[in-house]
């Protein structure tokens, strides 16, 4: 079974500085996608940027980015000139097939 | 921008009722799911729908849970006698394809309180 791995539970930044959010994954599968969603405080689920497994080039949008680690099974986000309203709760989600497998999340505060 | 809509926001229900909660996907998608995130913890998978059948379910997806596309719009989630453990935020997703590649996109979660 594919599991999602989030150890650190909370982050903080400040403003206009950049943060990175781990992730590491298990699976044995080859073929699989890999996204981290954004959950501010309105509960909504909000896709931030996702990743190919077979494509060996990070995903970018606009001042999010991944660190995309096959090898090594790590997926981390950073998160540059962070703004006020990136603070949020961050999962880390992985789908290969139909369902997605979330990681337990990260609270990010952002420091004005 | 399309949107997948849920309602109620917020449902409570004393335990053992019956609660059906209700999803809108968006128009052109043809895959729907349910997940579950009880206060504190991680996003669990419910179930998936596809041409009026599950295509997948989980664990947590017991006899208590059912799932149903009643018409050309709606999707819902029906518990038949709700516990206390059932306590939960329920978000409703849909997808325009199977694969991996294709995006979920979620409501904005409907907040179940059994009392």
């Known amino acids: 079974a594919q599991t999602v791995t989030q150890s650190q539970p909370e982050m903080s930044v400040q403003e206009a500085e950049t943060v990175t959010l781990s992730c590491t994954y298990d699976t044995s599968e080859s073929d699989y996608y890999l996204f981290w969603y954004k959950q501010p405080p309105s509960r909504q689920m909000i896709l931030v940027i996702r990743?190919?497994?077979?494509?060996?080039q990070n995903a970018t949008e606009n001042r999010f980015s991944v660190n995309f680690q096959k090898a090594a099974k790590s997926f981390s986000l950073k998160i540059s000139d962070s703004q006020l309203g990136d603070a949020a709760m961050y999962f880390c989600?992985?789908?290969?097939?139909?369902?997605?497998?979330f990681g337990k999340g990260i609270t990010l505060s952002v420091r004005p | 921008e399309p949107e997948v809509t849920q309602t109620p926001s917020h449902q409570v229900t004393q335990m053992g009722q019956e609660v059906i909660l209700r999803c809108v996907p968006i128009s052109n998608h043809l895959y729907f799911y349910w997940y579950r995130q009880i206060l504190g913890q991680k996003v669990e998978f419910l179930v998936s729908?596809?041409?009026?059948?599950?295509?997948?379910k989980s664990e947590i997806f017991d006899d208590q849970f059912s799932v149903e596309r009643p018409d050309g719009s709606n999707f819902t989630l029906k518990i038949r006698s709700t516990k206390l453990e059932d306590s939960a935020m329920y978000f409703c997703a849909s997808s325009d394809g199977a694969g991996a590649k294709n995006i979920q996109y979620f409501g904005a979660g409907t907040r179940l309180s059994v009392l």
């Open positions: 990743q190919e497994a077979y494509k060996q």
């Open positions: 989600a992985y789908r290969s097939a139909s369902k997605l497998t």
């Open positions: 729908f596809y041409n009026n059948e599950i295509s997948e």
